[in-house]
């Protein structure tokens, strides 16, 4: 067990066999009060063992429980196919499994605060993204390091996908300087009203800017906002969908995102990617992938 000021890390799995899941090992993470991860971390198949004289990229991607091993498979994927490709190490945070889909905690920490300090629309929710943030910058960075204490590390990404993408956009309107990189699939910008769309402007006032500017890339699905009729549905509940899909608003919210940032100069490059015939669930995937590659080519 690792302790980091109230912060204890415990291994749930010191090593997965080789033959199984290779450099991958679990982690519970808590605060000894209220606060609990589970974390996830991945490091390349090359290396013997985490005290490996190397560098490396980070990935911190969230819904963890979900995500993570996708983000590490994509990595791995790749190098194939891709013999310059950097070494990577994906850090993915997720919460300990309960019999509900998610974790309410999930609900806390990727909630913005509302612009006037109101309770947000959700009962019983209230924000926690700033704590979230000095979780991820203050705690779990800081552990990462000492977790590969022979590893120069170099740039650092952060991905979330839906409600996990909404915080992306956050972190990033107040916090640009914590990653080199920011990756936001069908962030969830409808919520509370659309308020985060309102709010683009307090990255232009953020004082202390990244030394190189953050890349930002924006992605979705078209079927988000305009969903085909399936075979298997009756004109009913096609309309029902596309009634509800048109509330998310995925294109238009983007889109006008996008148009908000990308002449910004507090970042080096804004990118938006539509996946053509692609709905919400399939972009978790599809834009981590692709988010590498972006992630990357800088």
């Given at each position: 067990?690792?302790?980091?000021?109230n912060?204890?890390?415990?291994?749930?799995v010191?090593s997965?066999?080789?033959?199984?899941?290779?450099n991958?090992?679990?982690?519970?993470?808590?605060?000894?009060?209220?606060?609990?991860?589970?974390?996830?971390?991945?490091?390349?198949?090359?290396?013997?063992?985490?005290?490996?004289?190397?560098?490396?990229l980070?990935?911190?991607?969230l819904?963890?429980?979900?995500?993570?091993?996708?983000?590490?498979?994509?990595?791995?994927?790749?190098?194939p196919?891709?013999?310059?490709?950097?070494d990577?190490?994906?850090?993915s945070?997720?919460?300990?499994?309960?019999?509900?889909p998610?974790s309410p905690?999930?609900?806390?920490?990727?909630?913005?605060?509302?612009?006037d300090?109101?309770i947000?629309?959700?009962?019983?929710?209230?924000?926690?993204?700033?704590?979230?943030?000095?979780?991820?910058?203050?705690?779990?960075?800081p552990?990462?390091?000492?977790?590969f204490?022979?590893?120069?590390?170099e740039?650092?990404?952060?991905?979330?996908?839906?409600?996990?993408?909404?915080?992306v956009?956050?972190?990033l309107?107040?916090?640009?300087?914590?990653?080199?990189?920011?990756?936001?699939?069908?962030?969830?910008?409808?919520?509370?009203?659309?308020d985060?769309?309102t709010?683009?402007?307090?990255?232009?006032?953020?004082?202390?800017?990244?030394?190189t500017?953050?890349a930002?890339?924006?992605?979705?699905?078209?079927?988000?906002q305009?969903?085909?009729?399936?075979?298997?549905?009756?004109?009913?509940?096609y309309?029902?969908?596309?009634?509800?899909?048109?509330?998310?608003a995925?294109?238009?919210?983007?889109?006008?995102?996008?148009?908000?940032?990308?002449n910004?100069?507090?970042?080096?490059?804004v990118?938006?990617?539509?996946?053509?015939?692609?709905?919400?669930?399939?972009?978790?995937?599809?834009?981590?992938?692709d988010?590498?590659?972006?992630?990357?080519?800088?």
């Amino acid at each position: 067990m690792t302790q980091i000021g109230n912060w204890s890390f415990t291994n749930i799995v010191q090593s997965f066999p080789h033959t199984v899941f290779p450099n991958t090992a679990l982690w519970n993470v808590n605060n000894g009060l209220d606060l609990n991860y589970q974390i996830q971390v991945s490091w390349p198949l090359e290396w013997s063992s985490r005290n490996t004289n190397a560098s490396a990229l980070t990935m911190f991607v969230l819904d963890g429980n979900a995500l993570g091993m996708t983000a590490a498979e994509a990595w791995r994927r790749r190098r194939p196919v891709e013999s310059t490709q950097p070494d990577s190490i994906v850090v993915s945070i997720g919460y300990p499994l309960t019999s509900a889909p998610y974790s309410p905690q999930r609900g806390i920490d990727f909630q913005p605060p509302t612009t006037d300090g109101s309770i947000p629309e959700q009962p019983g929710v209230r924000s926690g993204a700033d704590d979230f943030i000095e979780f991820i910058d203050e705690v779990l960075r800081p552990w990462v390091r000492e977790l590969f204490p022979k590893t120069r590390f170099e740039r650092d990404a952060l991905y979330g996908h839906s409600f996990g993408g909404l915080f992306v956009v956050y972190a990033l309107l107040v916090r640009p300087d914590l990653f080199d990189t920011f990756l936001s699939a069908s962030p969830a910008l409808f919520w509370n009203g659309g308020d985060i769309l309102t709010r683009t402007n307090i990255l232009s006032s953020h004082p202390h800017p990244n030394s190189t500017k953050p890349a930002f890339k924006i992605s979705y699905g078209s079927l988000e906002q305009f969903p085909v009729k399936r075979r298997t549905e009756t004109e009913e509940q096609y309309q029902s969908r596309k009634d509800l899909f048109a509330t998310f608003a995925m294109t238009d919210n983007c889109n006008k995102l996008y148009d908000s940032l990308r002449n910004s100069s507090r970042l080096r490059d804004v990118q938006l990617m539509e996946y053509r015939g692609t709905d919400h669930a399939a972009v978790g995937a599809v834009a981590l992938s692709d988010g590498i590659d972006y992630f990357i080519d800088w």
